[in-house]
């Protein structure tokens, strides 16, 4: 049934301790659990309520009575209790098939050690429990398996006591000094070894850290052990956050739903987000490491000492632990240019992800409403957008204003089950500020628009912006009320240089005075449907550069000129914005040029040949080579917009004519920056030892992009020279740079690189799903090369990763080939959802997503699009998962 927010009621019983026994069997786990309960004098309720899924229940005792089948109801797999005394003390016994449990919820095996996920309701896979966040507890766990293959035995919190049982198998016992809610509970047990250290925390304390893997894979550790050390001493310098435990564990698993799991003091990561060493990690590899363990790091902070009332809450500690680890990552970069790359990498995610979700049928607020099933709202609305909104509390507030919010979130909610709103008020107290309107950003879903108009008065010398906000309706908000939308703003004059702004009716202190120095960028507020700031004391006609830094989660529009452009591009003082004016630009150039696309691909030079994109490819050619600028930066402002983004800016989506306009712009850029690529590709390369720091990263980067351009030639000399650092290359980044751009030319070696790459890789399964990645979105797969390869004996739909390499990548990542004209792409698509939905439905839903804009494609391909939905909706046994996924996508407008 779908769950409302509305509905939400405090729990009838509060839980003060939870003692569990795990018999640990792949077949059969037994589970007995003791918990202790009181009644929650604030309710009149007297039913306890413990949910259950697809379990097996053995025994349940209430005081000492055995309970039979009249004393408690069973609903939907729950068990109610009702008329129970006000204090009360369970005995539940279960048993589980970890096994035979391939959703990778609850408790579950993967290469022979068993792990569990229990966020959000994996927990009531284990044994009957009120599994629900603001029920918070103390847990004590004790661990028995055989102590042969299963030597590690580990759990939340401090180890007690571990000996032997004597009949070949062991036990440990955990206990957890910190209360939390169920779905931070972990355990994993198996042949495991592990790096650690001892750390010492700024106060002097020390901590014991320890990242475990399977044996044989202690030479990929380091990165994210370094990682760590980094996100303790940060979360201590920049909030005043001390890590809490004595011992703080990561787990790597091959099995994952997902990236990796805050579990108080066991924090279990897939291991795509663990492993590294130069040999099988790419740079942005070693970016997210650092970033994830950041994030689970800082939700022990965020999401475990503060938690989340409900799971509409769920962008409360998301969005703010997203938002954490985006600046833990930015400070470690340092440099400006570097920050800026991060800042833009972070905003692309958002503009090819968050803003279709937000414009589709999945659009949800960032504390939605209601719900289906929970997992399907973990999402890049949650997640990324809730990460844009706290990050707009700080653009308001400051950031010492923000740290005040924070501090004060901490004195009033440690150790709380809290909302969003809760969070919204501390910032507003500690500021003394009304964030009100604010709260819109929470329940309100869809991307806003705003449109900027600047009026120049050349005698009153006065710039007035004007600036006007709407947001299109989304499924269940037909009208929406004004935003309040922080839209950082700076004047250009001729030279390019920032002008001193002065707003008229400011307060002296936020726009320039005799006093100040003078302020160059100024957020203004945009709280209303239309609103006009004037600047005065402006000698010229400026050219303005609009919400800088990215400020708010919004789409600009504004009438700029190409020249305009171009200007912005050599000389905004915010980086983002050079790079956004480049982007701007060449999406003009892109959309012109799809108009002259015709279906066939093949005539993609034609389309270049109608376009005169010189301004653009001028602009680039000065950004290539201008040494003063960062190599990092130069990529980013050097890639072009990806398919998918120009596929947001079109009415009516036409994949082939998107992919064949990009690549005639590619080619001309490659055509006509030949030389400057090659200067860049010879500057860039790096002799020594591999390392993975930003600058090192940036150079490779630089010169990788040279290098896929070049490509496009697709000549001898690039066959050759791509040839070289493949065979020569010491690290992944360029190994896997070199094999791509072998992998889209007509080069000769191109086979045998896909064939030496992996029998050199074969026991590395990460590089193994960077192989099928790399074929999927390789330009000539289409979907009976993907079938081809889903027989390749390293193939499984039951590992996600796996899965994900291949069949999503090629999905979401190969456009023009997914959306074969002849529908082929969406029978296959059907297929794979279906096949996933018996497996894993978490996994299986989120490739269902992967048709969510079917209404803007042209008629015939919708129309296969709908043949594929109504073929998985039709299905017998669709998992809620999927079943949400599908409906909405099939009703919603
Ligand atoms: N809280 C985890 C993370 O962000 C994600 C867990 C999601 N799990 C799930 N089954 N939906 O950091
Ligand atoms: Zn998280």
Redesign the pocket.
Known sequence: PTIYREQYTPPAYFVDTVDMGFDLDQVTTRVATRIKLTRNDATDDHTIILFGDELKLVSLTMNGTLLGKRDYELVDGNLHIPGAPDQVTLDIETVLAPSQNTSL?GLYVSSGNFFT?C??EGFRKITFFPDRPDVMAKYTVMLRADKAAYPVLLSNGNLIEEGDLGDGRHYALWEDPFKKPSYLFALVAGKLVCQEETYRLQSGRDVQLQVWVEPGNLDKTQHAMDSLKNSIRWDEKRFGLELDLDRFMIVAVGDF??????NKGLNIFNTKFVLANPRIATDIDYANIEAVVG??YF?NWTGNRVTCRDWFQLSLK?GLTVFRDQEFSADLIGSTSGRAVKRIDDVRVLRQNQFPEDAGPMAHSVRPDSYLEI?NF?TVTIYEKGAEVVRMYQTLLGRDGFRKGMDLYFARHDGQAVTCNDFRAAMADANGRDLTQFERWYSQAGTPAVTARMDYDAAAKTVTLTLAQTCAPSPGQEDKLPFAIPVAVGLLDNAGKDMALVLQGAPAERTNSKRSKPVHSLVLELTEAEQSFIFTGVTEKPVPSLLRDFSAPVVLTFDYSDTELAFLMGHDSDAFNRWEAGQRLATRYLLAMVGTVSADKTADQTAAATVDATLLIEALRTTLTDQSLGQSYREVILTLPSETMIAEALPVIAPQAIHGARQALRRALAQALQPEFIAAYSANRIDGAYQPDAESAGKRALKNVALSYLAELDDAPVHTLAQLQYDSADNMTDRLAALGALVNTSAPGRQAALASFYSEFEAEPLVIDKWFTLQAMARSTDVATVRELMRHPAFTLKNPNRARSLIFSFCNGNPSQFHAIDGSGHAFWAEQVIALNSINP?VAARLARSLDRWRKYPPAQQASMQEALRKVADTAALSNDVLEVITKALTEP
């Open positions: 919820m996920q966020e959000a739903n997902m990236g990796a799991m805050e994030h689970e939700h998301e997992n973990y978490q």
